[in-house]
């Protein structure tokens, strides 16, 4: 997602008490960010994330771990979860906000810290075959992530497009994981505790089908 320079975000973010500076100094001991043994789960790209402050709401007992590599897209997401926490009366405890490019995932997440559910929403398509090794779903990001992973953590993915989810599939299977769960129109299946991101409104109201995935790492 392209989002233009914003120069409030940095500042903002840096009187942030979940963003995180220096974010590799944590590798290995996330859990010592969050003052607690609650389970940790991942998004990367995370965006606006309106996905991570519900996910955060409805699982207090869970910490997040949000990522994506623009501060101007993580300073609106901050925005958006204090609105969202602001209008449960809770103040945000178990988010981290992170500026990262996720291309170097294992340098921020160690088999450590014990990762037991990875979001993967709307990431970049890539359709030119040259630029399908950047995909997030890659085999070769696949496999990287297998060594932070849990045993039988699961990933979830979602996206709007076709082909970028026919190769995921795929790639998926040729990497080790299980697929557990599978829909090609996410809104008319029996999946049950849907979080909307702003891509996903954005594509149903398109007339689009949401496709989404959930894969353990076997």
């Keep these: 997602m ?20 220096d974010a590799e100094n944590y590798f290995g001991k996330w859990k010592t960010f969050f003052k607690n043994d609650n389970p940790i789960e991942l998004e990367i790209g995370c ?13 207090p007992n869970t910490n997040f771990i949000a990522v994506d590599i623009k501060s101007d897209m993580l300073g609106v997401g901050r925005r958006n979860i204090e609105k969202c926490f602001s209008e449960e009366g809770k103040t945000v405890g178990n988010i981290a906000l992170v500026a990262f490019n996720v291309e170097n995932i294992e340098k921020l997440i160690s088999k450590d810290d014990n990762i037991s559910k990875m979001y993967i929403n709307f990431c970049n398509p890539w359709p030119r075959e ?4 950047r995909r997030l779903t890659f085999p070769r990001k696949l496999i990287k992530y297998r060594e932070f992973l849990c045993d039988d953590a699961k990933i979830c993915f979602k996206t709007d497009d076709d082909e970028l989810f026919e190769d995921s599939v795929l ?14 129109d996410l809104h008319h299946s029996d999946f049950v505790g849907n979080i909307m991101t702003e891509h996903e409104k954005m594509f149903s109201d398109e007339g689009k089908k949401i496709k989404y995935l959930e894969a353990e790492k076997a």
């Design 2 to 21: 392209r989002i233009r320079k914003k120069k409030w975000a940095q500042p903002e973010l840096d009187l942030c008490p979940y963003f995180v500076k």
């Design 47 to 59: 965006g606006k994330c309106s996905f991570v402050a519900q996910k955060a709401l409805q699982n």
């Design 130 to 133: 040259k630029h399908k090794k």
């Design 171 to 184: 790639y998926f299977e040729q990497s080790g994981y299980k697929i557990t769960y599978i829909t090609r």
